[in-house]
């Protein structure tokens, strides 16, 4: 073999000198070639040829090699040379070294280490030896050339605990990549309790990304496991059954449960237990005589409040009534602690979460047809025109002895003497409230039901129905007359208000769809604090809420203020109100977050199956790739490409024809019909 003309290099790094670098976190042993460019040129160990700088070289050895004799012949002496060394590597006790010199803190040079170790002279083999022991072994001390570092005891115990997570994570990785493999492969496989950790990483890592603690490692995972890294998780746990297809992830991401902890049950059953009979005293007026009637949505089981109403003379005599939750559920309680890290029940098409546990929300507090129950009731003298003329506040004792749905409202308003006189009502308090500037949407709400043969309906729910009417109006009555009442008796309280709109797009006469829709992008946003202010959308001086306190801890809240002016109970201090504001705005803002989005994907899925229909939207905008459009049917907003083939305008009502749609990445192509 022939390694060309001899190349003059300095005294130091001489041809055949053998050397060692660092490669890939390895130590390579080499034979001096020559130099050229600044470069050694150098054959290692493992018979290739390489060129580096001579500061990358780790370790200079005293011995040479004969070049004369050949390619193999040089690679095999490398060999036996590194072979020796090992060999004298494992005579060394790195830990026994720096428990000698850690207490010294000082830098330590390669030969003074070699001859701690061993008692002949020192070779290059012993110099190297040490070198590759503390190479490979960081934990004791730190590198710089041909010298050495002891670390501390603090520093030693971090490094073995950082290195015991590296070790753990790469065992994890192994062995999850292996196990998701074999997965894959198996036509019904189980999770065996052993992989419930990369379980837990994967789900992290499909959850929250680069956010994830988990994010290095489930990536490792996935690809070496050959997964898809957009989806491949998803489906490989619905594979698992861990999740199923129609999973909610925001409810994973929120870390929200729909179940109650075994304490907060514990609580629920004492609660229950306690009840006592209900009986008037001196401060609770006795109703049950009335007639009382509550109207709610098909299904509900949480009724948090009621109407009655009485003709006195020439008007009416209106009482609002809300179950009195807080006569049972003291404050900080592990049930009122509970509810609070909640802030309020969750509505969703496949799900319903109760703020509350049910054996209260749906039975110990709900005002249940037939049963005598506590409440806070709002009494309000109203003259023909509907017009307040004066308002009682007062803890009550009420029996409910109808309760029916919207759709039974809107069928019997017409025939039903009381649905009737309250619809009348409802409908002047409207006519106030609009003379007042007030911004009444008329947008409908859509409603998603899914059967127990998870087939998907999808249907428009008019708001401005006789039964919707009737209730919302009654509401916002009684929370504006406890506005007023807090107002007037200078007590805090929790107050919403909303500024003025940027701009008005709709007047009392309500407006097309497509000005509705704007304006409500338009809609100050709402604020909670405790100072009253006027609330623009509702034309409303001072506006709080009570009248869900079993779905809402607001209302809750405000539920406590207002007993607490009743003399029923101490009331919170404004450090204490303005605590409750900032504890429920985060589940608040998840809340609104998880119900839209599950809509939306709810709608999604049901679109899925009507592939190529064609169906009518409404122009939003224009934006510089695309159009915004409304499906009118579904109320969602989509997208359709802006090289469609027409100029639209907004405003514009288009036939479009759905191409393709996706519920789960939240897709759906759009093509102008």
């Not at 292996?178 to 379980?199: A, G, H, Y």
């Not at 996935?222 to 489906?235: A, E, I, N, Q, T």
């Not at 179940?259 to 008037?280: C, N, Q, S």
């Not at 001196?282 to 109207?295: C, E, F, M």
Request: with cysteine; hydrophobic share 40%.
């Amino acid at each position: 073999m022939t390694f060309g003309d001899p190349v003059v290099i300095g005294l130091a790094m001489e041809t055949g000198k053998i050397v060692e670098y660092i490669d890939r976190k390895q130590i390579v042993c080499a034979v001096v070639l020559g130099k050229k460019n600044q470069k050694l040129r150098m054959l290692t160990e493992h018979n290739r040829e390489v060129s580096h700088t001579e500061k990358r070289l780790a370790h200079v050895g005293g011995e040479h090699l004969d070049l004369g004799t050949g390619r193999d012949a040089l690679v095999n002496r490398l060999q036996e040379i590194v072979a020796r060394r090992r060999r004298l590597q494992k005579q060394i006790d790195i830990k026994a070294l720096w428990e000698v010199f850690h207490a010294e803190a000082t830098w330590i040079d390669l030969q003074t280490m070699a001859e701690f170790f061993f008692d002949s002279e020192i070779s290059s083999d012993h110099t190297s030896a040490v070198m590759r022991a503390l190479f490979e072994d960081r934990l004791y001390f730190k590198f710089d050339s041909n010298r050495f570092f002891p670390n501390s005891p603090e520093r030693v115990a971090q490094i073995a605990a950082q290195t015991a997570q590296e070790a753990r994570k790469a065992h994890i990785i192994k062995e999850g990549s292996r196990w998701v493999r074999k997965v894959l492969e198996t036509p019904d496989p189980s999770v065996p309790s052993d992989k419930e950790e990369i379980i837990d990483v994967l789900k992290s890592f499909y959850l929250f990304g680069k956010e994830s603690p988990h994010y290095d490692t489930g990536k490792d995972i996935v690809s070496r496991s050959g997964l898809d890294p957009k989806d491949g998780p998803f489906h490989f746990l619905v594979k698992l059954g861990i999740w199923n297809h129609d999973e909610n992830l925001n409810f994973h991401r929120f870390g929200i449960s729909d179940t109650f902890p075994p304490e907060t049950m514990e609580a629920v059953k004492e609660l229950a237990y306690k009840r006592t009979k209900v009986k008037p005293d001196v401060k609770r007026r006795d109703l049950t005589h009335l007639s009382t009637i509550t109207i709610d949505g098909k299904g509900t089981l949480d009724f948090d409040d009621a109407i009655s109403i009485e003709p006195e003379g020439d008007g009416f005599r209106l009482w609002i009534h809300i179950t009195d939750v807080s006569h049972f559920l003291e404050k900080g309680s592990v049930v009122d602690e509970e509810a609070l890290a909640r802030g309020s029940s969750i509505y969703m098409p496949d799900k319903h979460i109760p703020m509350l546990p049910r054996p209260l929300a749906e039975d110990v507090y709900s005002l249940k047809e037939g049963q005598d129950r506590l409440a806070i009731s709002i009494a309000a003298s109203l003259d023909y025109s509907a017009r307040v003329l004066e308002y009682k506040i007062f803890p009550s004792i009420i029996r409910v002895n109808r309760q029916i749905t919207y759709y039974d409202a809107n069928l019997m308003v017409n025939q039903d003497p009381e649905l009737a006189a309250i619809y009348e009502v409802a409908q002047k308090l409207r006519g106030f409230r609009l003379n007042a500037e007030a911004i009444q949407l008329t947008l409908p709400e859509m409603n998603v039901w899914i059967d127990n043969n998870r087939e998907i309906s999808v249907t428009q729910i008019n708001r401005e129905s006789p039964g919707r009417l009737m209730v919302s109006e009654c509401m916002i009555l009684a929370n504006w007359l406890a506005g007023r009442f807090f107002r007037d008796h200078g007590q805090s309280t929790i107050y919403r208000s909303q500024p003025e709109p940027s701009r008005r797009l709709i007047n009392e006469n309500g407006g097309t769809l497509y000005q509705n829709w704007m304006q409500r992008r338009l809609l100050s946003r709402v604020i909670i604090g405790i100072e009253p202010e006027p609330h623009a959308g509702l034309g409303l001086d001072v506006y709080v809420t009570l009248t869900s306190p079993l779905r809402k801890y607001l209302d809750l809240a405000t539920q406590r203020q207002l007993r607490s002016l009743l003399e029923l109970e101490a009331s919170y201090s404004d450090e204490e109100l303005r605590f409750i504001i900032q504890a429920v705005e985060q589940p608040m803002s998840y809340i609104t977050v998880l119900q839209r989005e599950r809509l939306r994907y709810w709608i999604l899925r049901y679109l899925e199956r009507h592939v190529w229909n064609k169906e009518e939207a409404l122009v939003l905008e224009k934006r510089r790739h695309r159009y915004v459009v409304l499906l009118t049917k579904y109320m969602i907003e989509c997208s359709l490409p802006l090289n469609c083939g027409v100029d639209l305008k907004p405003e514009d009502t288009i036939l479009v024809k759905l191409e393709r749609v996706s519920a789960r990445p939240d897709m759906i192509g759009l093509s102008l019909a």
